[in-house]
């Protein structure tokens, strides 16, 4: 895709990424304790930023996320809390013992708890869904994909069950190359219902920025579809809960 056409869209990509973040139903995350905001000195250089540090505290452990106010958290962390007094203080600093979510990892913000698992939102959203990861308590990532909305994260015996609706991109057209391109999504998806139908979607694209029309027809097919993950200890797996595409539109 090219510079320009990429520009154009950048607007609506962000508008389209605020509708699915306010429409969302939200998760089911766990209730903590309590939930401390420390602000920090103020960016001289950067005077609207309002930087802080929130520590949000469970049964056995607190996340603290540092926010300078540009887009993604500069850290997230965990610390242990147990078998201590009292909870830890909430600081900027380090304390002993606290583990670094790894920046390689994962960029973005806290989301919440669930059981020993600690859920990343993305920092900002992509082809109209927002990206989550998902973490051991000693900040080890088992899994990130994207979703527009969640249905359930319920605990299991030996870890999670998430179910929502997963936002995916190919790497064919189903406008340019339909068969061909519908039967290496089934593969890669595990989806076994009819094509479908993308047309409308390419065709309003298409009309949106003429100039680009070709370039539109041959863009990545992105689709939503409801699925349900498994996370046991350190891995995952997952697969449609039906075999039906519910959205299907050119990438972004």
């Not at 401390?36 to 603290?64: E, S």
């Not at 993604?72 to 009292?86: F, W």
């Not at 992509?126 to 605990?155: E, S």
């Amino acid at each position: 895709m090219s510079t320009t056409r990429t520009l154009m869209i950048a607007t609506a990509l962000a508008a389209v990424a605020c509708t699915t973040a306010a429409a969302e139903q939200s998760a089911p995350f766990d209730k903590p304790v309590k939930v401390v905001r420390v602000p920090l000195p103020p960016d001289t250089l950067n005077p609207q930023n309002r930087p802080k540090v929130t520590c949000t505290y469970y049964a056995t452990f607190m996340v603290k996320e540092v926010d300078l106010g540009e887009l993604g958290a500069d850290q997230v962390s965990i610390l242990s809390t147990a078998p201590r007094a009292k909870p830890p203080a909430c600081a900027r600093a380090n304390a002993a013992g606290e583990r670094v979510f790894p920046a390689a990892a994962w960029s973005g913000y806290f989301l919440g708890v669930r059981g020993t698992y600690v859920f990343l939102d993305g920092s900002d959203g992509w082809q109209g869904g927002m990206g989550f990861a998902v973490f051991t308590a000693d900040a080890k990532k088992v899994v990130d994909d994207t979703r527009i909305r969640w249905f359930a994260i319920a605990t299991t015996p030996t870890g999670l069950t998430l179910r929502y609706r997963r936002t995916w991109e190919a790497k064919c057209s189903l406008f340019a190359a339909p068969d061909g391109c519908w039967t290496e999504m089934k593969k890669d998806t595990g989806l076994t219902g009819a094509m479908p139908d993308c047309r409308a979607a390419y065709v309003r694209e298409q009309k949106r920025v003429p100039k680009f029309a070709k370039e539109t027809a041959d863009d990545p097919t992105v689709i939503d579809y409801d699925v349900v993950m498994t996370i046991d200890g350190g891995k995952h797996s997952m697969k449609p809960t039906t075999g039906k595409a519910i959205g299907c539109r050119p990438a972004e």
